[in-house]
């Protein structure tokens, strides 16, 4: 079991190793209880999010895996 304390300021990083960002937040839709998108403030640019308010938004599909980092894969 992953806690939402246990994601805090977790660094994010591609699939290739390229470090992101830190994870700054969570969207959720609490009616169905989904998880929808990341929100990361950046240590780069990385042209394939969007960003909002300084931060990526990054879309929970895109979730790789979740450990030591949250890894994601880029933006088809």
Known sequence: MITAKS??????TLS??????ELYN???????GTLLSLLVKPSRKV?????QDGLYVIPFEYVKA???YVVINRRR
Do not use: Q, Y
Not at 16 to 21: E, F, K, L, R, S
């Open 7 to 12: 994601l805090a300021k977790k660094t994010v």
């Open 66 to 68: 979740v450990s030591d």
């Open 26 to 32: 969570i969207l959720v839709d609490f009616k169905t």
């Open 16 to 21: 290739d190793g390229t470090i992101v960002g």
């Open 47 to 51: 042209d394939d999010f969007e960003m």
